[in-house]
């Protein structure tokens, strides 16, 4: 079985940044695909970034191309996203995610493992 615990989220200002780190149960985390996935309020959970088992490859929705970024530290069993630049839009709850099969899986059905999410607000 495999956990997923999310943390970092919070309230910031437009224009400021937030680090989210997942940390993770189960002796094969480094072979998993990760990925973030976010939903707001009244909307469906979509795809933010995601990362190969090696963190040599990495994918990202373009609404935050060139703000966020996602990176892995296998010795710690955790994955990080950096948000930078931050705006109202993507005030949302985070989600970790894990177990893909395919690399640079991006649809909700191809991870099955999931944390409990951790909310970011961005105040205007």
């Known amino acids: 079985q495999v956990q997923l615990v999310e943390s970092g989220g919070g309230l910031v200002q437009t224009g400021g940044s937030l680090r989210l780190s997942c940390a993770t149960s189960g002796r094969t985390f480094s072979t998993y695909v990760m990925a973030w996935f976010r939903q707001a309020p009244g909307k469906e959970r979509e795809f933010v970034a995601t990362i190969t088992w090696s963190g040599g490859s990495t994918y990202y929705a373009n609404s935050v191309k060139g703000r966020f970024t996602v990176s892995r530290d296998n010795a710690k069993n955790t994955v990080y996203l950096q948000m930078n630049s931050l705006k109202p839009e993507d005030t949302a709850v985070y989600y970790c995610?894990?177990?893909?099969?395919?690399?640079?899986?991006?649809?909700?059905?191809?991870?099955?493992?999931w944390g409990q999410g951790t909310q970011v607000t961005v105040s205007s």
């Open positions: 995610a894990a177990g893909a099969t395919r690399l640079l899986a991006t649809k909700n059905s191809e991870y099955y493992y």
